[in-house]
């Protein structure tokens, strides 16, 4: 079993000297491993982002690690079409065939995650961790994907906004999907949900407070999620549950107002009232009905529900509602 995977290797102790070595091994790892994926590459042959991101329909995607190694990976010397130099006989026989070169991207990945461990270097870990479970995610191994993803995904459901985070947990929800293990995919969709509702508000935002700019700031979509449907089939698989299936209205919706006019029936018992929101996320979900509990904040046991009477279609954007009850009753609303 690999490190990374399950055994929990412990930091050296500081002050020793061998977390500092540990770790310049560690970026020796990575110097081979990014100089067998630029030789890969000219083969065709691609992993991890990469390979996630040529399936993706959109031209301009944000990789894991966007940075300029031109000055890191010296030029490798080619003989007859084999890298020579300053390569290893086992990187050249990684070049072989495309399973050789998963293999050893594994390997040499699972060696360098060691090592950072040892040279307590908590953040590169982690992202070579990611790396491990992209990995596997693209070769179709769920089981082992989902293993490595549920040692870096809990901090990412809490942390503030990150393309790469929020694409991490898009992933680990789809392996999570073809495992059938439906309680966490849930868990985890909803938690993706709620981020890029979160970055939709701060769009918005922007957008709205921007004197500078006053057009759309388009250049915030360049770090879209793609989730949709996400919500809807979340909504289906609640139906299926045996418990509730909650989620707080604020993760999905923005700038309530509920109406002070409340219009009474002409020729029968009850009113109507409206209820207006902006809806963060974007996709089109048709629900039932939507109800609300109206209670008087001097006697919280006197309360009034009102509801939809029509299927409502919820877009992207400002929506209205209609709530209505047959009952009349004199009540202050909270």
């Known amino acids: 079993m690999l490190a990374g995977a399950g055994q929990q290797q412990q930091p050296a102790i500081k002050g020793s000297g061998l977390a500092e070595l540990a770790a310049n091994r560690a970026e020796l790892y990575q110097l081979q491993r990014r100089i067998l994926d630029s030789l890969a590459k000219d083969k065709g042959w691609i992993v991890g982002w990469a390979a996630i991101a040529e399936s993706k329909p959109v031209a301009d995607v944000v990789l894991v690690d966007t940075s300029d190694h031109s000055q890191d990976v010296p030029s490798v010397p080619m003989s007859d079409g084999r890298p020579t130099g300053i390569l290893s006989e086992t990187v050249q026989s990684a070049l072989e065939t495309q399973v050789d070169y998963q293999t ?14 040892l040279g307590n270097r908590p953040k590169s870990t982690e992202t070579l961790l990611g790396d491990q479970a992209l990995l596997k995610f693209h070769i179709g191994d769920y089981a082992s994907a989902a293993q490595y993803f549920q040692r870096i995904v809990p901090k990412y ?15 680990y ?18 938690g993706l949900l709620s981020k890029v509702a979160a970055r939709n508000r701060d769009k918005q935002s922007l957008t709205i407070h921007s004197d500078r700019q006053p057009q759309p700031l388009t250049w915030l979509d360049e770090d879209a999620v793609d989730v949709h449907g996400s919500l809807a089939e979340l909504v289906t698989l609640s139906t299926e549950l045996t418990y509730n299936f909650t989620a707080q209205l604020g ?84």
Request: with cysteine; net charge negative.
């Open 104 to 117: 050893a991207f594994e390997l040499l990945t699972d060696a360098a995650v060691r090592l950072f461990i």
């Open 157 to 171: 459901l809490e942390n503030a906004w990150s393309y790469v985070q929020a694409e991490m947990l898009r992933v």
């Open 251 to 334: 993760d999905f919706f923005s700038d309530l107002v509920v109406s002070p006019e409340i219009i009474q029936y002409p020729n029968k018992d009850g009113f109507v009232m409206t209820i207006e929101c902006r809806f963060l996320i974007d996709d089109v979900l048709t629900f039932e009905k939507a109800r609300m509990r109206l209670i008087d904040p001097n006697d919280p046991s006197q309360e009034i529900w009102v509801e939809s009477l029509e299927t409502i279609e919820l877009k992207q954007g400002r929506i209205r509602i209609g709530l209505w009850s047959n009952v009349c009753h004199d009540v202050n609303v909270r």
């Open 173 to 190: 929800a789809r392996c999570l999907k073809e495992l059938h293990r439906r309680d966490e995919f849930m868990r985890v969709t909803l």
